[in-house]
């Protein structure tokens, strides 16, 4: 049963941060009674960086025409093979790709790459696209939805990522990135692709300048998605990162570390149909990671032998599977690898 959107701002309003949190770890406990924490080794490449959405959080793209647009790329096909090629060797088991919205980038690139892909990589988890890509991928191809993430998925894509959805509220979306998909379009992506059989993450970018009610609307609209369709395989909150962008440039005060960790607990507690929640190191750093471990999380991400996205906005957080490893330890929890599905595969 999950909590009310009143009672979910209550919690938020609240000042008593341990609190919420040993309610959030219990609910961790109920759902993985194990002492499991689990991580990934895998690696994100960005195709390209030419976009046509200019998102204002954005500090990674590069527009189509202007003196920016030289600083633009496509990866082709061959670099592409060799960063998965490099991730392999280094025990990686998963890639999750995404891009700009290029509209010279159609379906038919898309799924040459998924197949050369899957043919030399047949065991490589692919993780790609987020809801905007697919929509952008669909229109500029002249296909429904359904039909792109079909053919997507016979080309090789595996699952799905949750990029893209910031702040599902049409009032914050319109402010932050007018172009881009509204909330119901989104949703309807996700819930394509679990009736298409796939998988696929739900996250949130918080701390823009939305509103707690905001918030919560975001998370009452995916656990109404996972009701429906029960298709997600974990969520994935993180902090807004402003430097470099535009909206950061108008004197942005960051989300502190108390807010990360009361929105991770928050979430954890509101979330009871979603199985996983990921404390990440990315934006908050390993130690604020290691204490959302017993706020909730179950999970600390990737190993990312490559970002590229958080790190345009400034932030330069980085960190080992050794290091992952002793972070779980430290925290009373046995570290266990995992695919992207969240398979405990790798009993180590």
Same mark, same amino acid.
């Given at each position: 049963m999950s909590l009310s959107k009143a009672e979910a701002l209550d919690l938020f309003r609240s000042d008593d941060l341990i609190g919420i949190g040993m309610e959030a770890d219990a609910v961790r406990r109920r759902l993985h009674p194990d002492g499991i924490v689990t991580y990934i080794i895998d690696r994100n490449i960005n195709y390209t960086n030419f976009c046509t959405e200019y998102c204002t959080f954005c500090a #990674?793209? @590069? !527009? &189509?025409k202007g003196p920016l647009a030289k600083e633009g790329y496509i990866l082709d096909f061959e670099t592409i093979y060799e960063k998965i090629r490099e991730t392999v060797e280094l025990g990686g088991t998963g890639v999750l790709m995404q891009g700009g919205l290029h509209p010279d980038l159609k379906i038919e690139w898309h799924a040459q790459l998924l197949r050369g892909i899957s043919q030399? #990589? !047949?065991r490589v988890h692919l993780h790609c696209y987020s809801a905007s890509?697919? =929509? +952008?991928i669909a229109e500029y191809s002249g296909l429904t939805v359904r039909d792109t993430i /079909?053919?997507?998925?016979d080309a090789g894509l595996d699952s799905i990522p949750g990029g893209g959805a910031e702040i599902l509220d049409d009032d914050v979306r319109y402010r932050i990135a007018r172009l881009k998909c509204l909330t119901q379009d989104w949703l309807e992506v996700h819930r394509t692709a679990h009736k298409l059989g796939m998988r696929t993450t739900a996250t949130m970018m918080f701390g823009c300048g939305e509103e707690l009610e905001h918030r919560v609307n975001h998370l009452q609209v995916i656990y109404d998605l996972q009701e429906e369709t029960g298709g997600f395989t974990a969520f994935i909150p993180w902090t807004f990162q402003p430097k470099n962008t535009a909206l950061g440039g108008r004197h942005w005060d960051e989300a502190t570390s108390v807010e990360y =960790?009361? $929105? &991770? +607990?928050? +979430?954890r507690i509101f979330l009871s149909n979603f199985q996983n929640v990921q404390s990440s190191w990315v934006t908050q750093g390993l130690k604020v990671c290691q204490l959302g471990l017993r706020f909730g999380g179950n999970d600390v991400g990737s190993v990312m032998l490559e970002e590229n996205v958080v @790190? /345009? +906005?400034? $932030?330069t957080n980085c960190t080992t599977e050794e290091e992952l490893r002793r972070i779980i330890r430290d925290a009373g929890f046995r570290p266990v690898q995992r695919d992207t599905l969240y398979r405990t595969m790798f009993l180590n």
């Amino acid at each position: 049963m999950s909590l009310s959107k009143a009672e979910a701002l209550d919690l938020f309003r609240s000042d008593d941060l341990i609190g919420i949190g040993m309610e959030a770890d219990a609910v961790r406990r109920r759902l993985h009674p194990d002492g499991i924490v689990t991580y990934i080794i895998d690696r994100n490449i960005n195709y390209t960086n030419f976009c046509t959405e200019y998102c204002t959080f954005c500090a #990674f793209y @590069r !527009p &189509l025409k202007g003196p920016l647009a030289k600083e633009g790329y496509i990866l082709d096909f061959e670099t592409i093979y060799e960063k998965i090629r490099e991730t392999v060797e280094l025990g990686g088991t998963g890639v999750l790709m995404q891009g700009g919205l290029h509209p010279d980038l159609k379906i038919e690139w898309h799924a040459q790459l998924l197949r050369g892909i899957s043919q030399r #990589f !047949p065991r490589v988890h692919l993780h790609c696209y987020s809801a905007s890509e697919i =929509l +952008a991928i669909a229109e500029y191809s002249g296909l429904t939805v359904r039909d792109t993430i /079909a053919r997507l998925r016979d080309a090789g894509l595996d699952s799905i990522p949750g990029g893209g959805a910031e702040i599902l509220d049409d009032d914050v979306r319109y402010r932050i990135a007018r172009l881009k998909c509204l909330t119901q379009d989104w949703l309807e992506v996700h819930r394509t692709a679990h009736k298409l059989g796939m998988r696929t993450t739900a996250t949130m970018m918080f701390g823009c300048g939305e509103e707690l009610e905001h918030r919560v609307n975001h998370l009452q609209v995916i656990y109404d998605l996972q009701e429906e369709t029960g298709g997600f395989t974990a969520f994935i909150p993180w902090t807004f990162q402003p430097k470099n962008t535009a909206l950061g440039g108008r004197h942005w005060d960051e989300a502190t570390s108390v807010e990360y =960790l009361k $929105t &991770l +607990a928050v +979430a954890r507690i509101f979330l009871s149909n979603f199985q996983n929640v990921q404390s990440s190191w990315v934006t908050q750093g390993l130690k604020v990671c290691q204490l959302g471990l017993r706020f909730g999380g179950n999970d600390v991400g990737s190993v990312m032998l490559e970002e590229n996205v958080v @790190r /345009a +906005a400034g $932030t330069t957080n980085c960190t080992t599977e050794e290091e992952l490893r002793r972070i779980i330890r430290d925290a009373g929890f046995r570290p266990v690898q995992r695919d992207t599905l969240y398979r405990t595969m790798f009993l180590n």
